[in-house]
C-alpha cells in the first residue's frame, strides 16, 4: 500500500480556493487516488476519485501530475462549511468484494475563516 | 442522495458487556464493512463483508468481535465483551461494487465504555 502523507493543518478564508496536496511516493501503477471529507462526528465522504491527469465534478477538481506521485484537492471559493478533515487515499480498485484496503491516514484538518 | 443509517447514535455500557451495533445500508449495495476511530485518531479498517460472509477484517477485528447480516437489511457489529479500549465512534458503510469506487458511511454509533 503506498503511503500518503499530507499537511496537518490548513487555515483559509471564505472565498478563497484551497488547494491540499497529498504526496505518494510509492503508489502503484493499479493505484487510484481517493479524497474523502469528514465532519466533527460524522462518518467520511466521499468527494472525488481519479486515476491520472484532472477530474472534476461539483465539489471539488483533483489534480494529478504525470509521474502521479502526488495529488492536489482543489476546492473553489470554499465557504465555512467547508471547514472539516479531508483524507487522501491511495489504493487499487479490488475485485472480488475485498476493499478493505481504504487505509485512512491523519488527513489535512482544514479551518474555514471568514 | 441515499444514506446508511446507524443505531443507535451513542452507546454507553459496562466493561465486559455485550453491545450490538446496528447499521441498515443502501438498499442496492453488496458490501458492507465496518471502521472505528477511536477520539482524535484515525479511522481504521474493521472488516469487509459481501456474499454473507468476511471479505477481509484487520488486525483489530478479533474473536471479541462478529458481523452478520441477519436479514435483508440489516449489517450488525457485536463485541462480545467490551473493553475499555473499545469506546470509539464505529462507522458502517456500504459500498455497490466490488472497486473502491466510492464507499458510503452512516454517521457512526458513539461506544462508550465503562
Known amino acids: 500500500l503506498a503511503k500518503t502523507t499530507q499537511p496537518i493543518s490548513m487555515d483559509s478564508y471564505e472565498g478563497q480556493e484551497v488547494n491540499i496536496t497529498c504526496s505518494h511516493n510509492?503508489?502503484?501503477?493499479?493505484?487510484?487516488i481517493t479524497w474523502y471529507q469528514q465532519f466533527p462526528s460524522q462518518g467520511p465522504r466521499f468527494i472525488i476519485q481519479?486515476?491520472?491527469t484532472k477530474v472534476t465534478n461539483e465539489v471539488a477538481s483533483l489534480f494529478i501530475p504525470a509521474d502521479r506521485k502526488s495529488s492536489t484537492l482543489s476546492l473553489p471559493r470554499v465557504s465555512l462549511s467547508d471547514t472539516a478533515v479531508y483524507y487522501c487515499?491511495?489504493?487499487?480498485?479490488?475485485?472480488?468484494?475485498?476493499?478493505?484496503?481504504?487505509?485512512f491516514g491523519k488527513g489535512t484538518k482544514l479551518s474555514v475563516k471568514p | 442522495e441515499p444514506e446508511v443509517t446507524q443505531t443507535p447514535s451513542h452507546q454507553v455500557t459496562q466493561m465486559g458487556q455485550e453491545v450490538i451495533l446496528r447499521c441498515v445500508p443502501i438498499?442496492?449495495?453488496?458490501?458492507f464493512y465496518w471502521y472505528r476511530q477511536i477520539l482524535g485518531q484515525k479511522v481504521e479498517f474493521l472488516v469487509s463483508?459481501?456474499?454473507?460472509?468476511?471479505?477481509?477484517k484487520s488486525e483489530i477485528f478479533d474473536d471479541q468481535f462478529s458481523v452478520e447480516r441477519p436479514d435483508g437489511s440489516n449489517f450488525t457489529l457485536k463485541i462480545r465483551s467490551t473493553k475499555l479500549e473499545d469506546s470509539a465512534m464505529y462507522f458502517c458503510?456500504?459500498?455497490?461494487?466490488?472497486?473502491?469506487?466510492?464507499?458510503?458511511f452512516g454517521s457512526g454509533t458513539q461506544l462508550s465504555v465503562l
Open positions: 487515499l491511495v489504493g487499487e480498485l479490488n475485485y472480488g468484494g475485498s476493499q478493505g484496503n481504504l487505509i
Open positions: 510509492n503508489i502503484a501503477t493499479n493505484d487510484y
Open positions: 463483508f459481501y456474499n454473507n460472509e468476511i471479505s477481509e
Open positions: 481519479g486515476y491520472k
Open positions: 458503510a456500504s459500498g455497490r461494487s466490488a472497486t473502491n469506487e466510492k464507499l458510503f
Open positions: 438498499s442496492n449495495h453488496l458490501y
